[in-house]
């Protein structure tokens, strides 16, 4: 697993059946599994040769603790030991401290200042020769910041990657959603204040699929739920957003209904 400094390179599933889960995503983004050959043991998400994410079972301790199912990205760093001592100087948290996997890189869980959860990482590997476009099938194509104050949680991020404004939308009594850019890219993800009904802060990633419709049938058709969607959002894409059968929150995009 390559790092981009600023960027998301990864994104895993920690869930309680590891192999209803596969099968889950297989049928409806269309990901292959590979097993990493790691132990714990440890499913990579393939989309085509890219390798887009992994899967592993939530572990004990993690359950214990109250934290359920769930999606969590990865955002590469230069050094992991001190972006994590900037991440507790600007007011986040350190969850898990910085350790090493073997052979493939060095990481860290922390939280922004309002709780909602990602991982830094550094890779020891080199970057892929070809990486295949933001809006191809499998591929992250969004990443959404429910926050506990969008404005603050802007700053907060911006300070530490180095992330720019982009767009700017003005959703009325839902307030301004904010798209942003990392690396000098196009814009890759957007942060507003999270609604009142949810729990907490928490990062919202969105699947690349073949149009929308036919991809609601086979949430439904697995086991999934649809909580909000099929919108069609400015810039013509179609999303919805989900529950998988085990509880993780996530979302699906495509330019085409």
């Known amino acids: 697993m390559a790092t981009q400094a600023g960027s998301f390179v990864w994104i895993e599933l920690m869930t309680r059946d590891t192999k209803s889960a596969e099968e889950f995503y297989r049928r409806v983004v269309g990901w292959n599994m590979v097993d990493a050959g790691m132990s714990p043991p440890y499913t990579l998400l393939m989309a085509?040769?890219?390798?887009v994410g992994g899967l592993m079972e939530l572990p004990a301790e993690v359950a214990a603790a109250?934290?359920?199912p769930c999606w969590t990205g990865y955002v590469g760093v230069d050094d992991v030991d001190a972006m994590a001592a900037r991440i507790q100087a600007a007011g986040g948290s350190v969850c898990r401290a910085p350790e090493d996997i073997p052979g493939i890189g060095?990481?860290?869980?922390?939280?922004?200042?309002?709780?909602a959860v990602f991982?830094?990482?550094?890779?020891?590997?080199?970057?892929?020769?070809?990486?295949p476009a933001p809006d191809a099938p499998g591929m992250v194509g969004w990443h959404e910041l429910?926050?506990?104050?969008g404005a603050k949680a802007f700053d907060f991020y911006s300070g530490l990657f180095g992330w720019t404004?982009?767009?700017?939308?003005?959703?009325?009594p839902m307030g301004v959603y904010q798209t942003f850019a990392t690396g000098g890219n196009m814009?890759?993800?957007?942060?507003?204040t999270k609604m009142p009904d949810s729990p907490w802060p928490f990062?919202?990633?969105?699947f690349n699929v073949d149009g929308i419709d036919a991809a609601i049938e086979r949430v439904t058709g697995a086991g999934g739920k649809v909580l909000m969607g099929p919108h069609q959002v400015p810039g013509g894409q179609w999303i919805v957003q989900c529950i998988d059968p085990q509880g993780a929150m996530f979302a699906l995009v495509s330019n085409r209904r």
Do not use: C, N
């Not at 990062?203 to 969105?206: M, P, R, T, V």
């Open 106 to 115: 060095r990481f860290s869980v922390v939280s922004d200042p309002h709780g």
């Open 66 to 68: 109250g934290t359920p």
């Open 165 to 172: 404004r982009a767009q700017a939308i003005d959703m009325g």
């Open 187 to 192: 814009s890759v993800g957007g942060m507003m």
């Open 48 to 51: 085509g040769e890219a390798m």
């Open 146 to 149: 429910h926050a506990g104050d």
């Open 119 to 131: 991982i830094i990482f550094k890779g020891s590997g080199e970057p892929p020769a070809a990486v």
């Open 203 to 206: 990062w919202l990633y969105y």
